[in-house]
């Protein structure tokens, strides 16, 4: 089984405070992604990474940074926290799966951060 | 346009009922449609997904029916359960992408009543 791993599943930070959220996935995948995930608006990416040391801005990076030093690991960095960062962080990693021609991803179980 | 539009945002429906969500795409170059399903304190998993090539997809109690003209596909969920209220999130993406990248719609919250 596929496994992702979050460090927190719970956060709390005072506004200003770097905020680093790491994600660890056992299954060798190259790419891996960060998503922040608010009531309405669904999923949305902040960054993602095809290789180690690669990665590209996805849909709402301001604010954000990221780091893959190593395959397996891939650290989500908030310079300065602000209250409208206070959202529910999800990682994920993708495998290609033959029988779908495509890409299925694979989720950690989130981290509820809260700036205060 | 890389959105994918899903409604409803919520949806209550009795034990035994046929729950249905919808969603919309305006880029046709998306060839991959997911849909993930994510139950309290837990991340999305992949509940069952379709290429454009075929009108419908079904695994159990689990149908996604998919309309090219219309841009639009949807998750039908039969005899629904308990067990599957959660919230529902449609995806697409382009096979031609070596990244896996999805665009995810908004989300539905499934209540479903015993």
């Known amino acids: 089984d596929v496994k992702v791993t979050q460090s927190s599943r719970y956060l709390v930070k005072r506004t200003g405070e770097k905020v680093f959220l790491e994600c660890v996935q056992d299954?060798?995948?190259?790419?891996m992604f960060w998503y922040r995930q608010d009531p309405g608006l669904g999923l949305r990416l902040i960054y993602f990474?095809?290789?180690?040391?690669?990665?590209e801005k996805g849909d709402i990076p301001e604010g954000y940074s990221v780091s893959r030093e190593k395959k397996e690991r891939f650290s989500l960095i908030l310079e300065s926290a602000s209250t409208n960062q206070t959202s529910m962080y999800l990682c994920?990693?993708?495998?290609?799966?033959?029988?779908?021609?495509?890409?299925?991803?694979?989720f950690g179980p989130g981290t509820r951060l809260t700036v205060t | 346009q890389q959105q994918v539009k899903q409604s409803p945002q919520s949806l209550i429906v009795q034990k035994g009922g046929i729950s249905i969500i919808n969603c919309a795409y305006e880029?046709?170059?998306?060839?991959?449609f997911p849909w993930y399903q994510q139950f309290p304190g837990k991340g999305p998993a992949l509940l069952i997904a379709?290429?454009?090539?075929?009108s419908e997809k079904k695994e159990g109690r689990f149908t996604i029916s998919f309309n090219k003209s219309a841009k639009q596909f949807s998750l039908h969920i039969m005899d629904s359960q308990p067990g599957d209220s959660a919230t529902y999130f449609c995806?697409?993406?382009?096979?031609?992408?070596?990244?896996?990248?999805?665009?995810f719609g908004q989300g539905t919250t499934l209540q479903v009543k015993p």
């Open positions: 994920a990693s993708s495998a290609y799966i033959g029988s779908l021609s495509s890409y299925e991803q694979y």
């Open positions: 299954m060798d995948h190259e790419n």
């Open positions: 990474s095809y290789d180690v040391k690669m990665k």
């Open positions: 880029n046709t170059a998306f060839d991959y």
């Open positions: 379709i290429r454009p090539d075929v």
């Open positions: 995806a697409a993406s382009m096979g031609s992408s070596n990244t896996g990248k999805l665009i």
